[in-house]
């Protein structure tokens, strides 16, 4: 079982950067590729970024694309989101995700763990 948790989120203004931290615990992280959702009120858990094991193959839905980079540290069981030139658009609960493959993937139903969930608010 692993147990990831969120952090970093926040209330920013529209053009400010908030940097989204998700810390994996449990049983080992190894071999895990990860990913960031997100859910704003109303609407469906969307995909945002992924990111494999080692780090070397990321994919990111259109609209965040050259804003949001994904990231992660092994070492520290970590994965990050780094979020720029954000956009009330962009206001909703992230949540990170893992799957027991070590490939990416943009499916909601193909990660099998996931967090609680941090809220991201952008004002204009």
């Known amino acids: 079982q692993v147990q990831l948790v969120e952090s970093g989120g926040g209330l920013v203004q529209a053009g400010g950067s908030l940097r989204l931290s998700c810390a994996a615990s449990?049983?080992?992280?190894?071999?895990?590729?990860m990913g960031w959702f997100r859910q704003a009120p109303g609407k469906e858990r969307e995909f945002v970024a992924t990111?494999?094991?080692?780090?070397?193959?990321?994919y990111y839905t259109d609209s965040v694309k050259g804003r949001f980079t994904i990231s992660r540290d092994n070492a520290k069981n970590t994965l990050y989101l780094q979020m720029n030139s954000l956009k009330p658009e962009d206001t909703a609960v992230y949540y990170c995700?893992?799957?027991?493959?070590?490939?990416?993937?943009?499916?909601?139903?193909?990660?099998?763990?996931w967090g609680q969930g941090t809220q991201v608010t952008v004002s204009s």
């Open positions: 995700a893992a799957r027991r493959v070590q490939y990416i993937s943009v499916l909601v139903g193909s990660y099998e763990y």
């Open positions: 990111i494999n094991w080692s780090g070397n193959d990321k």
């Open positions: 449990g049983r080992t992280f190894t071999g895990y590729a």
